[in-house]
T-cell receptor, first 116, second 108 residues
Framework: DTAVSQTPKYLVTQMGNDKSIKCEQN?????MYWYKQDSKKFLKIMFS???????INETVPNRFSPKSPDKAHLNLHINSLELGDSAVYFC???????????????FGEGSWLTVV | KNEVEQSPQNLTAQEGEFITINCSYS?????LHWLQQHPGGGIVSLFM???GKKKHGRLIATINIQEKHSSLHITASHPRDSAVYIC??????????FGKGTHLIIQP
């Protein structure tokens, strides 16, 4: 069974569209994250949710909004997509914030977003 | 804000060689992660360290808190070890800061 699953894996869409990427974890973790990996392969955190509360927002444009219907899901909604949003988006989860208490962070397989 | 530097950026070695990847950071941290990104893009967390040394199979990770430095070693390297290895540190409230990764290729 996949621990952290993201859908879709690949998404090609036009500028100006609104799209969502879904993430689910079956590990019973209390914290979930979204990371963005740019064209230079550099990872940066976007959001994290702990017990349904947003605890990080790394100066991400407000066109990006995380939605957590429950502890096992953290979806990423993107409005008015721009060319610069093209990247790979990774979902992750852990016990506690950023893998504190010696616990590992588990990553999803990534979602490749291309805006044309 | 923490600066995380990895070296080397690219490394090509022959199968069986002992591999060392280094990570240095500028500000004191509470934990350091080593991640492996496969050619297909998936990311796996290899280790989380706050002190000393950890070993898992052929992989060894060490950290020196005083020197703000960590190393990831691979013994008896194999082509399946070919991947990007990423160091990430956790310091303050701004979450993980990532290095730019080391692209490792192990040739048969």
């Amino acid at each position: 069974d996949t621990a952290v699953s993201q859908t879709p894996k690949y998404l090609v869409t036009q500028m100006g569209n609104d799209k969502s990427i879904k993430c689910e974890q079956n590990l019973g973790h209390d914290t979930m994250y979204w990371y963005k990996q740019d064209s230079k392969k550099f990872l940066k955190i976007m959001f994290s949710y702990n017990n349904k509360e947003l605890i990080i927002n790394e100066t991400v444009p407000n066109r990006f909004s995380p939605k957590s219907p429950d502890k096992a899901h953290l979806n990423l909604h993107i409005n008015s997509l721009e060319l610069g949003d093209s990247a790979v988006y990774f979902c992750a989860s852990s016990h506690g914030f950023q893998g504190l208490s010696g616990n590992t962070i588990y990553f999803g397989e990534g979602s490749w977003l291309t805006v044309v | 804000k923490n600066e995380v530097e990895q070296s080397p950026q690219n490394l090509t070695a022959q199968e069986g060689e002992f591999i060392t990847i280094n990570c240095s950071y500028s500000v004191g941290i509470s934990a350091l992660h080593w991640l492996q990104q496969h050619p297909g893009g998936g990311i796996v967390s290899l280790f989380m360290l706050s002190s000393g040394k950890k070993k898992h199979g052929r992989l060894i990770a060490t950290i020196n808190i005083q020197e703000k430095h960590s190393s990831l070693h691979i013994t008896a390297s194999h082509p399946r070890d070919s991947a990007v290895y990423i160091c990430a540190v956790r310091g303050g409230a701004d979450g993980l800061t990532f290095g730019k990764g080391t692209h490792l290729i192990i040739q048969p």
